[in-house]
Each structure stands twice: as structure tokens, then as C-alpha cells.
């Protein structure tokens, strides 16, 4: 296992990880407990939650999706434009490829 990324809070590692699962990469999110007892222990990369890819041959594939989330023009999570379902009817965010309402995958 390799560590990827050191989150500034469990939500965030966790959002990582499904991220990463999303494509296939699978990843554990460790270190989320001692979240509780932060100000009670040192802020270090050793306390944070992180996240860890399981398979090294995942890694680099795995480092280029982080970088498209973190470091491109527009963040991954936030391209594209809001989208209705044409099951539902609901308003969908962009960053959703299933209608969060009935579970229709988006057009493409």
C-alpha cells in the first residue's frame, strides 16, 4: 500500500476514496480515528486521516486523478453543467453521473 494524500478531515479522505473506487483503484482511508483527538495530539501527516491506495500498480494512475481534481483549470468535481434527468425530472449537480433522485445514469 502506498499513501496518496493526507486529508484535512475524514469526509474529505472518504470523498477521495470513492472517488478513487469510481475508477476502479482500490483505497482505505486510515488514521480517521485519532481525528477525535485532535488538540489533544500534534497536527502531523501521521495524525490526519489519509488515504491509501491498496495496489501499487494502481499508484500512478491513482496520482493523476488526484492532480486533475486538485491542480486543473476547473476541478473535476465542478465541470460541466447542472443536468436534468430524464426519468425523474430532478436537477442534478455536475459532478453526479447518476441522478441523485432515481439512480438513471446520466446522458452522455
Sequence with gaps: MKRIYNATNPSDA???????????????????????????????????????????SDYERALELLSALHFGEEPLLQQGAEWRCGQCGEMNEPQFTECWQCGKPRPA
Design 14 to 56: 472518504h470523498l477521495l476514496k470513492g472517488i478513487l473506487e469510481g475508477e476502479n483503484i482500490n483505497a482505505v482511508v486510515q488514521g480517521e480515528y485519532l481525528w477525535n483527538l485532535r488538540g489533544q495530539l500534534p497536527i502531523t501527516p501521521e495524525t490526519c486521516p489519509s488515504v491509501w491506495v491498496v495496489e501499487e
